[in-house]
């Protein structure tokens, strides 16, 4: 098998396919941060768009439901001038038992250049990725429990834009752990770009058993978790992953896990809330935190766009410096 860190870089280092944060080098996720600085602008401007993939065909494969993500790839190959078709999966061929590679199969003689997946199973990108022709870049939107490569970009590019830097940032991830693809990359994008500490907080049915291999310290207390952090990143509850109950009632859940104002006074005083969404409200986290004047939460979901047309413009640009 290929190793993934391998597959996603062409022979001159650029990024060909995006399929996972793992493995890759800081000077790589600082570019894919200070590209999107540059498109940040864009959506202020009165025309929303750059000609950069211009003739270029998109194809958005989305196997699970969505709508931020979906949103905002959508949004971000429309301000780069790309065509875009987005799959309807319910009611496309796979349905009636084609499979996975018979479709791609199809698509790629449509003379495709990108497709944009998001399954629930982990490597669905990979796959793919290892069996498209060369000229076509594939984008991971999410696959299963591994990891969502862009939304943790996203995070990272909202955490720059408020403090700056990473070094010396201590960062909370509060919630289900064990669940989140998100989570996932999330800590290995700031163990890369230099965070302090990671800590995670969380009961210990919704943790990983082996979770400080990922480079992280382990709170089970949610006061204790708090001290002292910079940023605080709430995950929602993935009660559709979970084949048995792991919680002893969502009430339950908030009274221990949940960030209300109390608890977001036990963080730094400059301290940002986040949420890739969607948001349980009064499950995760209270109404008042989370349009409260420490929330970033919207922002994150503005900056989606920029970091995901950085992504795909990057992608692109390697197959034209590779010819």
């Not at 795909?312 to 034209?320: K, L, T, Y």
Request: contains cysteine.
């Amino acid at each position: 098998m290929v190793a993934i860190e391998n597959l996603q870089l062409n022979a001159q280092g650029k990024l060909q396919h995006f399929l996972s944060i793992e493995g890759l080098q800081q000077e790589l996720l600082t570019e894919i941060l200070d590209t999107a600085e540059s498109f940040a602008g864009i959506t202020a401007q009165h025309v929303k768009k750059v000609p950069l993939l211009r003739g270029k065909t998109i194809v958005n494969l989305f196997f699970e439901n969505s709508t931020r993500t979906r949103a905002t790839f959508e949004l971000a190959a429309t301000r780069l001038s790309a065509d875009i078709l987005s799959m309807n999966i319910a009611t496309s061929a796979t349905s009636k038992g084609e499979s996975l590679l018979d479709t791609i199969r199809n698509l790629e003689a449509m003379q495709v250049d990108m497709f944009v997946v998001r399954h629930a199973l982990s490597g669905a990108a990979h796959f793919i990725a290892q069996h498209t022709a060369p000229h076509i870049s594939v984008i991971n939107a999410g696959d299963g429990q591994h990891e969502h490569p862009t939304q943790a970009m996203l995070d990272m590019f909202t955490i720059r834009r408020v403090k700056q830097q990473f070094i010396g940032l201590r960062v909370a991830i509060v919630g289900d752990i064990l669940h989140s693809r998100v989570a996932r990359s999330q800590i290995h994008a700031l163990n890369i770009l230099g965070a302090e500490e990671v800590r995670v907080i969380a009961p210990k049915t919704l943790l990983p058993v082996d979770v400080e291999s990922f480079g992280v310290s382990v709170y089970h207390d949610l006061a204790a978790g708090l001290k002292n952090v910079d940023v605080i990143i709430m995950l929602r509850l993935q009660k559709e992953r979970m084949s048995s109950a792991l919680l002893p009632s969502e009430s339950e859940y908030f009274k221990c896990f949940g960030l209300s104002a109390d608890k977001l006074n036990i963080a730094n005083k400059d301290a940002i809330v986040m949420h890739p969404g969607p948001i349980n409200r009064g499950v995760e986290i209270e109404s008042a935190v989370a349009d409260g004047p420490q929330s970033v939460i919207l922002q994150q979901v503005s900056n989606g766009i920029a970091v995901r047309m950085a992504v795909m413009s990057m992608a692109m640009q390697s197959h034209a410096g590779a010819q």
